[in-house]
């Protein structure tokens, strides 16, 4: 796998070899990213939930992201997210906690411009996560919350104060993209 676009731009990422980690095809990213680019967000800090190897993060980083937090339960899945950020030069622009998401939950408490979420497709608590997530501090009026999900679970339009406002499909892959109400 590797980085798409910016200064990091055709440097391989390193996977974790996990059976539950399921990274992001280019293909997919690439979409993720180009939904991104028309909306004119905030990309100063970025969080990456489920991180797994951390390519949404480490993309966002690449392409001009000023910090990013990673956020992972696996060790195996951070020890690679830090060797990856590394291995980029992004070490001091970023942050790795190994921690369960409903933790992370619990305690960021720094607004986001941009939130990508990469669960496993088997989570049924991706909902509950995501009506939680729309109450938090991370998510202000500027937020933009990227969600990969399985095609075969559709999520609602709303969560709290948050509209679906970008929807693509890839395969078994569904991207939604979240925004506050007064934005829509």
């Not at 956020?71 to 369960?100: M, P, S, W």
Request: aromatic share 8%.
């Amino acid at each position: 796998m590797r980085i798409i676009s910016g200064e990091a731009r055709g440097h391989t990422i390193r996977v974790p070899h996990s059976a539950a980690t399921r990274p992001s095809t280019d293909i997919v990213r690439s979409a993720v990213f180009s939904m991104l680019e028309s909306m004119g967000l905030d990309w100063s800090r970025v969080l990456d939930l489920y991180a797994g190897s951390g390519a949404l993060g480490l993309e966002a980083l690449s392409r001009g992201a000023e910090w990013a937090d990673f956020v992972d339960h696996e060790q195996r899945c951070c020890t690679v997210i830090r060797q990856n950020i590394d291995e980029l030069g992004f070490a001091g622009r970023a942050r790795v906690y190994c921690i369960k998401v409903s933790k992370a939950l619990s305690f960021l408490d720094s607004e986001y411009g941009i939130i990508f979420m990469d669960p496993p497709y088997a989570d049924e608590s991706l909902p509950s996560v995501l009506e939680q997530m729309a109450n938090t501090k991370m998510v202000g009026k500027n937020t933009a919350l990227v969600v990969l999900h399985s095609a075969r679970r559709p999520l609602l339009d709303q969560y709290g104060p948050l509209y679906r406002v970008k929807d693509r499909r890839h395969g078994d892959t569904s991207i939604s993209v979240y925004k506050w109400e007064a934005t829509v």
